[in-house]
């Protein structure tokens, strides 16, 4: 395994846009100050604002954005501005070889999920399952995402909470308890599925395997965790936690099962522990997780404990 350095103040971070062009300049212009507060210096990609039917340009620009920071020794980061499909093209034509000559960090997160595995399965290289940043929208983001880019050191992750009166009170839930050890991986679950049956599709042997999803049908959901499920990587992982999936539901269709039942139920077939609550992924106040990174997750506590930063 190698491992980027942490960032310190005034480096410099590569903004790019591997899919979906981000929805105006002033999008772009937000990034970049988010970066500069948290004491970086933003090297905004040259096709960020390229127009190629929902893309930030064609695939031959968003790949030169990307190669260009990827074998830049003066960038020390990069980071994903917007998410959308756009990612999965590009994986082939990456530029590997600089990735392991110059290891730096990658964040960013929904269909960016693509990306992050590829560099991760090719490389060794932890990456960062981070809010894209026009996503930062809450000093909790921006801390988790900052904290997680600067230092090396372990960090828990608990699942979130609701307010009654002066109690906090869990949302987590678990259909199948227990505790496991493994290393991260995950992100977006329409990405990892379109992962399967390609040069980059994740090894799920020993993993504390982190999904999340954004606006989707429960149905939908069901069929692309059924896959996981009967081409035996469930079977595989150590354990499973899962986020928000902020914005997803049954769309009318009240028969189908929301996912606490329907992937709880595949879950306590492979009788492995799993816990759903969790902050990351895609939500105002996301949290930032390393992936590829040695964790715990104790469904008791509601925690995932990571143990080492994605950074040396």
């Not at 103040?9 to 105006?24: C, M």
């Not at 990587?233 to 928000?244: C, H, M, N, P, R």
Request: charge should be neutral; proline fraction near 4%.
């Amino acid at each position: 395994m190698i491992r980027a350095r942490k960032l310190k103040n005034g480096d410099r971070v590569g903004l790019v846009a591997p899919g979906t062009r981000p929805d105006s300049a002033a999008t772009v212009a937000f990034a970049a100050r988010v970066v500069e507060e948290m004491g970086f210096t933003a090297v905004t990609g040259q096709h960020v604002l390229e127009t190629h039917g929902h893309l930030a340009g064609t695939d031959q620009q968003r790949l030169q954005d990307l190669n260009g920071f990827l074998s830049d020794p003066a960038i020390a980061a990069i980071f994903c501005i917007s998410g959308g499909f756009g990612a999965l093209p590009l994986l082939d034509r990456l530029d590997y070889d600089a990735v392991v000559q110059n290891p730096k960090l990658i964040v960013g997160s929904d269909e960016n999920t693509a990306l992050l595995l590829a560099v991760h399965i090719r490389c060794a290289l932890p990456v960062v399952l981070g809010p894209n940043l026009d996503r930062v929208r809450s000093a909790k983001s921006f801390d988790s995402l900052k904290r997680c880019v600067t230092t090396a050191d372990a960090a828990v992750f608990e699942t979130r909470s609701e307010s009654i009166g002066e109690k906090r009170i869990s949302l987590m839930y678990s259909s199948y308890n227990g505790q496991a050890a493994g290393v991260t991986l995950g992100g977006h679950l329409g990405s990892i599925i379109s992962l399967m049956g390609t040069p980059f599709q994740p090894d799920f042997e020993g993993k504390i395997l982190c999904l999340d999803e954004y606006n989707e049908r429960y149905d939908t959901l069901e069929r692309w965790f059924t896959n996981l499920f009967i081409s035996g990587s469930l079977a595989k992982v150590s354990g499973t936690a899962f986020g928000e999936f902020a914005g997803c539901g049954a769309r009318g269709n009240q028969t189908v099962l929301p996912i606490e039942d329907s992937f709880g139920e595949r879950l306590k077939q492979v009788r492995k522990p799993n816990l759903f609550g969790f902050g990351f992924g895609r939500t105002n106040v996301s949290e930032s997780l390393p992936l590829g990174v040695p964790a715990e997750l104790d469904t008791m506590r509601g925690t995932i404990k990571v143990l080492h930063g994605a950074v040396e």
